[in-house]
């Protein structure tokens, strides 16, 4: 038997706003990625371990877990893997 519960969150607002603020750092960082991989042609793997010095780098990374950042790099293997099978367009930019 499959159970499925749905849960509604109220946050507050500094729980909003750092939820925005994490999506909106995953939006660039995926951005970035797309961009990286268009010019150079680097694999998930290349672009999983530029992690590291990118989030040395920049403030806003260094806010966000490491899983949830490779999970943005994994979600853009996943499309560009889809796009390479014929089953869906190339990857777009995300806008806000």
């Known amino acids: 038997m499959l159970v499925i519960y749905r849960f509604r969150l109220y946050p507050t607002r500094t729980q909003e706003r750092l939820m925005k603020e994490t999506l909106e750092t995953c939006r660039r ?4 990625l797309l961009a990286d991989r268009a010019k150079s042609g680097a694999s998930f ?18 806010d966000v877990h490491s899983q949830v950042l ?6 853009l293997d996943k499309s560009f893997e889809a796009f390479f ?3 869906a367009k190339y990857p777009k930019f995300k806008r806000m």
Do not use: I, M
């Not at 960082?29 to 970035?32: E, I």
């Not at 490779?70 to 979600?75: G, I, S, T, Y």
């Open 45 to 62: 793997y290349e672009q999983k371990r530029s992690l590291v010095t990118l989030k040395s780098s920049n403030k806003f990374l260094k």
């Open 29 to 32: 960082l995926y951005n970035s």
């Open 70 to 75: 490779q999970d943005v790099a994994l979600r």
């Open 85 to 87: 099978a014929g089953l």
